[in-house]
């Protein structure tokens, strides 16, 4: 009988002493997956952050020489339907192409999954503003690319005038976005 009682009392304890074992296991192994997706994290925050700035510092640039360049071709506009005249300038639109790698990197390491969820939606608007804004550029690019117009031409001005009247507006959302997630959301993001 105390050989049964003792046999009972060590099986219970080795029960027990391997289901703690295990139970330590799965919380260790849960704290280092814990801790790994926090990396990944904020590894894409960091990323994300200097693409962002990046970013901002192309459209720092092309919204000035977007609103130069239209009031030009406004002014070429006047002159050839005022005067008829032939308009001795040529145009040169920068249509600098905005990154978003830190983004669809995030997006395929599954980093956004252990961001905060209101950031990470604010960020994926702003991507996808940013998407937007890309796909009209694109299209310009190849609308323009199949035809063969003089900048002498009235319709290949306003043709530019509207590509420009379009993406500066765009260009001004994208700049205040950008500020907005540098200021608020990406620097809060780094400080946790």
Known sequence: MKSKKSNLQRLIFEFISVSFAV???????????????????????????QEIQENKDVMDILIPSHKSILSNIDSMIVR????????????????????????EMAEITNAIF????????????VYNLQSY????????ILKN?????????????????QFLETIIPMEEDLQIYFNLLLKNVLVEEAKK
């Open 80 to 103: 050839k339907e005022k005067y008829n005249s032939t308009v001795d300038s040529s145009i040169s639109i920068n249509v600098t192409l905005i990154s978003s790698s830190a983004w």
């Open 114 to 125: 252990y961001l905060d969820f209101d950031d990470a939606n604010k960020m994926a608007k």
């Open 23 to 49: 139970l330590v296991a799965l919380l260790v192994n849960q704290w280092r997956e814990d801790h790994n997706n926090n990396n990944l994290a904020e590894k894409a925050i960091y990323n994300i952050k």
């Open 145 to 161: 690319s199949y035809s063969y117009q003089s900048n002498q031409d009235l319709e290949f001005l306003k043709n530019n005038k």
């Open 133 to 140: 804004y890309e796909s009209i550029i694109k299209q310009f």
